[in-house]
């Protein structure tokens, strides 16, 4: 089979991989994913299943901080996923820009409503408490809120509303593009999860900017709620924000094992995967503004990463390594010179994620053969 593959944008055709020729900087050697003893035998065996062609769907929960709010890496993860497996649909889309925040450009939650209450999960106090997606977007007086996913395959079919007044179904009559839901005056909304009612991997993301491990045990019943996402995998993906904190190492491992342990809880079925976070870089004006043109690489992402790695082994939960594969110490300079990272050293432009996605497909697809 013929694929195409891509090298920094340019499209260029190879015979039998949906590998990209990777900068020489990263380390494709480490691109595996270690599994510490977790058998994924049965999620191997639905996708292949899907694959064949069977009328199933394979649902992926992933739960991060800023690096997944704006999506960037899972909305081209998803589309990989998606071509290989079958779409089934969009997944979660979240208010965030109602909540006063951003989001992905994928699609869009609107309402003629001017007045919201907002909360963010690492905005405190909240003024409302936040939902299960970490966010809540609570209106002064009854309103809509119009959901539309932007890409193709991506119509609604199926559709459920999360909000404080708990989850409602709220299902179009026939397939739209686009679907309106009704809100009371002081009703949280968190999200709406959609499908196309068709065979194929249904891919949802929760992200916050900030976030970390343990700022989800905050929210309120947060792994309770998980199984409405029907999880076969959970991919967690944290540890920036701890390499920028004042956390021990005992609260951050301790924040990891309670998360993963919660979450198993509740979705006895899902297998999980953890990434480790790639070196960055910290600005010496401590994060005030305007950025001094002055960087030093932050020591404790590689710190971070290794505590991550011991307490997944430990526990016996697989792990992606990103700080090894995306080149180990001193990357991130070599990432900047590619023009990778945004100018803030913390995050990367699209073509860093993009980059990061097609690393994670390609771990993923060997893990799952």
Same mark, same amino acid.
């Given at each position: *089979?013929?694929? $195409?593959?891509?090298?920094?944008?340019?499209?260029?055709?190879?015979?039998?991989?949906?590998?990209?020729?990777? /900068?020489?900087?990263?380390?494709?050697?480490?691109? @595996?994913?270690?599994?510490?003893?977790?058998?994924?035998?049965?999620?191997?065996? $639905?996708?292949?299943?899907?694959?064949?062609?069977?009328?199933?769907?394979?649902?992926?929960?992933?739960?991060?901080?800023?690096?997944?709010?704006?999506? *960037?890496?899972?909305?081209?993860?998803?589309?990989?996923?998606?071509?290989?497996?079958?779409?089934?649909?969009?997944?979660?889309?979240?208010?965030? @820009?109602?909540?006063?925040?951003?989001?992905?450009?994928?699609?869009?939650?609107?309402?003629?409503?001017?007045?919201?209450?907002?909360?963010?999960?690492?905005?405190?106090?909240?003024?409302?408490? /936040?939902?299960?997606?970490?966010?809540?977007?609570?209106?002064?007086? $009854?309103?809509?809120?119009?959901?539309?996913?932007?890409?193709?395959?991506?119509?609604?079919?199926?559709?459920?509303?999360?909000?404080?007044?708990?989850?409602?179904?709220?299902?179009?009559?026939?397939?739209?593009?686009?679907?309106?839901?009704?809100?009371?005056?002081?009703?949280?909304?968190?999200?709406? %999860?959609?499908?196309?009612?068709?065979?194929?991997?249904?891919?949802?993301?929760?992200?916050?900017?900030?976030?970390?491990?343990?700022?989800?045990?905050?929210?309120?019943?947060?792994?309770?709620?998980?199984?409405?996402?029907? /999880?076969?995998?959970?991919?967690?993906?944290?540890?920036?924000?701890?390499?920028?904190?004042?956390?021990?190492?005992?609260?951050?491992?301790?924040?990891?094992?309670?998360?993963?342990?919660?979450?198993?809880?509740?979705?006895?079925?899902?297998?999980? %995967?953890?990434?480790?976070?790639?070196?960055?870089?910290?600005? @010496?004006?401590?994060?005030?503004? /305007?950025?001094?043109?002055?960087?030093?690489?932050?020591?404790?992402? $590689?710190?971070?990463?290794?505590?991550?790695?011991?307490?997944?082994?430990?526990?016996?939960?697989?792990?992606?390594?990103?700080?090894?594969?995306?080149?180990?110490?001193?990357?991130?300079? @070599?990432?900047?010179?590619?023009?990778?990272?945004?100018?803030?050293?913390?995050?990367?432009?699209?073509?860093?994620?993009?980059?990061?996605?097609? %690393?994670?497909?390609?771990?993923?697809?060997?893990?799952?053969?």
């Amino acid at each position: *089979m013929i694929k $195409k593959i891509f090298l920094f944008g340019a499209a260029v055709i190879t015979a039998m991989t949906v590998c990209a020729q990777y /900068p020489q900087f990263i380390n494709t050697a480490a691109n @595996r994913i270690e599994m510490n003893g977790a058998d994924w035998s049965e999620l191997s065996g $639905k996708l292949a299943r899907r694959a064949g062609g069977d009328s199933s769907v394979v649902r992926i929960l992933h739960i991060g901080d800023s690096h997944i709010q704006a999506e *960037m890496v899972t909305n081209e993860l998803r589309k990989l996923l998606q071509e290989r497996y079958g779409n089934a649909g969009r997944g979660l889309m979240m208010p965030l @820009r109602l909540a006063g925040t951003n989001q992905s450009h994928d699609y869009s939650a609107t309402s003629p409503c001017k007045d919201f209450t907002q909360t963010r999960l690492l905005k405190m106090p909240w003024p409302v408490r /936040p939902g299960i997606t970490g966010i809540a977007a609570q209106p002064g007086a $009854k309103t809509t809120v119009t959901w539309h996913p932007k890409r193709a395959g991506h119509s609604i079919v199926n559709a459920k509303l999360l909000t404080s007044k708990g989850v409602k179904d709220v299902s179009p009559a026939v397939a739209v593009d686009s679907l309106t839901t009704d809100i009371a005056a002081g009703e949280s909304v968190y999200g709406l %999860l959609t499908d196309n009612g068709k065979p194929g991997l249904l891919y949802s993301a929760i992200g916050n900017n900030g976030a970390c491990f343990n700022d989800y045990l905050l929210i309120d019943k947060f792994a309770e709620q998980t199984p409405v996402f029907s /999880p076969d995998l959970i991919i967690l993906s944290m540890g920036t924000n701890e390499a920028f904190s004042y956390m021990s190492d005992a609260e951050i491992t301790r924040s990891i094992n309670d998360l993963v342990r919660l979450l198993g809880h509740y979705n006895p079925d899902a297998k999980f %995967l953890v990434l480790t976070p790639m070196e960055c870089q910290k600005n @010496r004006n401590h994060g005030h503004k /305007p950025l001094s043109p002055y960087y030093d690489i932050n020591a404790k992402n $590689k710190h971070v990463a290794q505590l991550i790695k011991d307490e997944c082994a430990r526990i016996g939960v697989p792990v992606w390594d990103f700080y090894t594969i995306a080149g180990g110490d001193g990357c991130s300079d @070599r990432w900047i010179d590619a023009k990778l990272f945004s100018r803030d050293r913390i995050h990367l432009v699209n073509d860093g994620y993009v980059l990061q996605a097609r %690393l994670m497909f390609d771990a993923l697809s060997n893990a799952l053969r």
